[in-house]
Each structure stands twice: as C-alpha cells, then as structure tokens.
C-alpha cells in the first residue's frame, strides 16, 4: 500500500518531468533559431529606424497597418458587444478612429491595445512556419475586407490594404513562400511593438491629452489612465511572450520539412502540386479582388 511519502515523491517526480518536458519543448532547433535571430533583427531594425529621419518613411505603412489593426480590434469588440460599426477611419499622421454607436464600452476601449498585440502575437507564432503563415494571411484578408467595407470612403485605408495585399500576395510566389513566412513575423513583431510605444507614449508618458486609456479610466473611475497604460503594457508584453513560446512548441519542423510540407499545402498556382488546394486560393484571392472591385463601385 503507497505511504504518504512515496505519493509525495510521485508528485514531484511528476512536476521534474514536467518542467523538463515544457524545457525541452521551449528549446528552439536550428530552424527555430534563425527565426528567433530574424525576429530579433527585425525589433532592432525597427527601433532604429523609428526615429530616424526619412528612414522612418520605411515603417510608415507598416505603421498603418498597425493602426488598421488596433481600429479593427475595436470594431470586432463593438460587434461582439451588439454595437452597429459606423466607419474605420485611418489619417497619414499615423491616427485612426472606430466610429460606432452601442456596444459595452468597457469592453470596446482596451480591445485596440489589446486586440491588436494578440493578433501581433499570433502572427509571431504563425511566424514560425511556412503553412501557418499562408493561413494566417488568409485570416489577414478577412480582415482587410471588414476593414474595407466600414472604412469604404477612406481612400488612404483602401491605399494601404491594397498594398499590403499586394506583397502577401508576391511573397507568396518566392522560395515556396518561405518569403511570406517571414513577411508575417515581421508584420507580427512590428504590431507588437507598436502597441508597446504606443501604450507607452499615450498612457504612462501622457504625451496625449485624450487616449483609450483615459477614457476607460473615466468609465472605471477607480484607477488614473497611466495605471491602466501599465496593466495593458503588462498584458502586452505577456502576449508577445506568449506569441513566442507558441511558435516554438507548436511548430518544430526543420526547414527543409517546412519547404517540402509547403508544396502541397495551397501550393502557389502553376506548381506541379498545385491541384485543387492551388484552385482554392487563387479563388479565394480573386474573390477578394472581386469583393473589393465591388465596394468601389458602393463606396468610393
């Protein structure tokens, strides 16, 4: 019969195999490596030319599309709270605004901030390998086209989102689109650290007089903006972290695996293995397209 002692050396047996395991798991093989040191290039490369006269003219859509993000955000939270989404508007001095009537604005506030380092979080991990990424630009579309219809009268957001489309759309065609695996880790590391600057400069160094986090503090009333700035840059950096540990327990393949999973995965149309699955995403893209054409013809 098992004594009080043996269950407690089960136990933590138990727990020293667990935290050997999640090591082992956390620990990045070479592909994962070079993904990490890119990654990390990129967050250098971006702080460095974020101050950078007329270099930061590199970031400036990239900029944007972060901003679409955090508006898309909020509008996903406001349709999630039964709010009716009346417009996405996005303006070249890097701004945006979410009109909408209804919804819990509780909820809808902190979705921007939020929202928009979990999807940066998610890009980071769909970063990681080449299949995931093509899913995960496809979710992208989705949200370009949402974006589209609420911001219809915008002609920078339309702009932007073209663009964008556009280099999904290259990179895909380059190295079995290992070229459109490391254009959405860029796209996710650069959404998360724009929220990061962002949380920082309108909430905690209040270089705004009005921000979401201001306005939810007047709702809350309990706590000043800058507290709340500090709970969602907590939040923010926890997501960024947690894009990272994802990416390396859930996708381990080498390269040359990942290369060769590729190619029968939405292979790029005119491949020798691009059978219905090829079909499939030129469908879906010349949907979007045709979806677009007909939102100018509406909207514009």
């Not at 971006?46 to 270099?55: D, E, G, K, M």
């Not at 993000?69 to 039964?82: K, R, V, W």
């Not at 979990?118 to 990424?133: V, W």
Request: proline share 4%; glycine share 8%; net charge negative.
């Amino acid at each position: 019969m098992p004594t009080v002692h043996d269950e407690f050396y089960v136990q933590n047996a138990t727990r020293l195999l667990s935290a050997r395991d999640f090591r082992s798991q956390v620990t990045p093989n070479p592909t994962q490596k070079v993904t990490l040191i890119v990654a990390a290039c990129y967050i250098v490369a971006i702080a460095i030319l974020w101050h950078v006269p007329y270099l930061n003219l590199i970031l400036y859509p990239f900029k944007l599309l972060t901003v679409g993000l955090h508006e898309m955000s909020h509008a996903i939270a406001g349709i999630l709270t039964c709010a009716r989404i009346q417009s996405i508007e996005l303006d070249p001095d890097e701004g945006g605004a979410t009109r909408m009537s209804g919804g819990i604005p509780a909820i809808t506030l902190p979705a921007g901030y939020l929202g928009s380092s979990f999807i940066g979080a998610a890009l980071i991990a769909c970063g990681f390998d080449t299949d995931a990424s093509k899913v995960a630009s496809l979710v992208l579309a989705a949200f370009f086209l949402f974006t589209l219809w609420w911001a219809r009268g915008n002609l920078l957001t339309w702009l932007l989102i073209l663009g964008m489309s556009g280099l999904i759309i290259l990179f895909w065609f380059i190295d079995d689109s290992l070229a459109l695996r490391f254009f959405i880790l860029f796209i996710g590391v650069m959404s998360c650290m724009y929220v990061l600057w962002d949380v920082i400069d309108d909430t905690i160094a209040r270089k705004v007089n009005a921000s979401d986090a201001s306005a939810f503090a007047h709702i809350c009333g309990c706590c000043p903006s800058q507290v709340w700035g500090v709970i969602w840059l907590i939040q923010a950096f926890i997501f960024f972290a947690l894009g990272i540990i994802v990416g390396l327990v859930a996708f381990k393949e080498s390269a040359a695996q990942q290369k060769e999973d590729s190619k029968h995965f939405l292979p790029v149309p005119g491949s020798k293995n691009a059978a219905f699955p090829s079909i499939a995403i030129s469908s879906a893209w010349y949907l979007v397209s045709l979806a677009s054409g007909t939102l100018v013809l509406c909207g514009l």
